[in-house]
């Protein structure tokens, strides 16, 4: 099966006709396709596949031991992304697996295929959920008492998914059988494109975090109550996403608010409350941290102004992370000598292989997105390009599961 085979085949999972974006929550019917069909493409390839009391997926390519060549990404997605975040570097796994194959080449170490849990935190909130309890990153009860929008717990979540969630947590032996983990990413930016490059290396992944902010006030007849009379907490929140993005552009990093709830969600009244999530990132922590000084600092000024209470939590941080440099350095020599120069790129986006560069070296390989657009529809990358991520994870696999 070629690289366009596979991704015609897991294209429609989880895919919504009308927005044509995707909708794969883990613990759903179309995670548990996405899951079913990771597991009989690896098996067709005759790899081993073991899910992990987290619920990641590991695909084994010789026998599990110390010392494994990782790669894999995720199959969930944002609320209506695009088909590349994660998939790519799971259906470019697969497309490796083959062209070694097709190359006669065994591994002298295990490679192991990973596909990860809840990287989005699209159902839970908390990204990269399943390399964060792998590495023990989150604390397993505090996972278990996670709640989607529906009030659900992610134990609830698992178990209907026939997964028993008082197993969940750290597994220092399975992390242990890794020597090295490489993920295939698309590009979410676009500096490959006019460098000409189809392919990059990460440099590292800025700092960030979500907090979300509950902003309580008095819910009201639109048409009688008078506008000196409100506790809008409407105001409070517009006047907040405007600072954010003041807070944002004045230090060059990037406030988001994207998901927002007005209760009770009347169009002829006051609301009584509105839920904001903060999504905030800046190339270093202390940047990051005065950014979300600031935004909280508006926030609060603009609630008492508003006669609305509030409310702020941290729901994720991510410190700062910096890829291992030799590891770096070593793919971009195997990339050069076969004709394919990876410019080394920074990210504001987080990924599972941030998570596991706490625990072991890794690496990340971007392909090129030729708009840069990501966590939407529009996402894209050519077919000729993500070629070449298979060609370039090959060639990365092979020189360090090969003879060394
Ligand atoms: C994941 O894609 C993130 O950066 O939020
Ligand atoms: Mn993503
Ligand atoms: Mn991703």
């Not at 902010?213 to 517009?238: K, S, W």
Request: net charge negative; charged share 20%.
């Amino acid at each position: 099966m070629t690289f366009a085979d596979l991704w015609r085949d897991l294209a429609p999972l989880g895919r919504d006709p009308v927005t044509g974006g995707y909708r794969r929550y883990s613990w759903t019917a179309a995670d548990a396709q996405c899951r079913a069909w990771f597991t009989s493409q690896a098996e067709k390839r005759g790899l081993t596949v073991q899910p992990d009391a987290n619920g990641n997926l590991w695909a084994w390519w010789g026998p599990p031991q110390p010392g494994a060549v990782a790669t894999g990404s995720h199959l969930d997605s944002v609320p209506d992304g695009g088909g590349f975040d994660g998939a790519l570097g799971v259906v470019t796994a697969l497309a490796a697996v083959d062209l070694l194959k097709e190359e006669n080449f065994y591994p002298e170490r295990a490679i192991v295929l990973l596909t990860f849990t809840e990287e989005e935190g699209g159902r839970f909130g908390l990204p990269c959920l399943g390399s964060r309890l792998l590495t023990g990153a989150v604390d397993p009860q505090a996972a278990r008492e996670l709640t989607d929008d529906a009030g659900v717990t992610l134990a609830e979540a698992m178990a209907s998914a026939g997964l028993d969630p008082a197993l969940i947590g750290p597994d220092p032996a399975l992390v242990g059988h890794l020597g090295v983990f490489v993920e295939l990413h698309v590009e979410q930016g676009r500096a490959l494109a006019p460098m000409g490059c189809a392919i990059g290396i990460a440099e590292g992944i800025w700092p960030h975090g979500r907090w979300r902010l509950d902003f309580t006030g008095q819910a009201d007849h639109a048409g009688t109550a008078r506008l000196g009379d409100r506790r809008d907490p409407m105001l409070a929140y517009a006047g907040t996403v405007l600072e954010a993005r003041h807070a944002a552009a004045s230090r060059h990093s990037v406030a988001t608010f994207g998901k927002v709830i007005a209760e009770p969600g009347a169009a002829n009244a006051v609301c009584s409350a509105v839920h904001a999530w903060l999504d905030a990132r800046a190339a270093d922590e202390v940047t990051l941290s005065e950014t979300v000084t600031d935004i909280r600092s508006a926030a609060k000024r603009l609630s008492v102004e508003h006669g609305v209470t509030l409310g702020v939590r941290e729901e994720s941080y991510t410190p700062v992370v910096r890829f291992d440099e030799a590891l770096r350095d070593r793919i971009a020599v195997v990339l050069a000598a076969a004709g394919m120069p990876a410019p080394v790129l920074p990210t504001g986006a987080g990924h599972d292989a941030g998570v596991l560069a706490a625990r072991l070296p890794t690496a990340m390989l971007f392909v090129r997105n030729p708009t840069g657009v990501s966590h939407s529809p529009a996402e894209h990358a050519d077919l000729s390009d993500c070629e070449a991520g298979v060609r370039a994870l090959a060639l990365v696999l092979r020189d360090l599961a090969g003879p060394q």
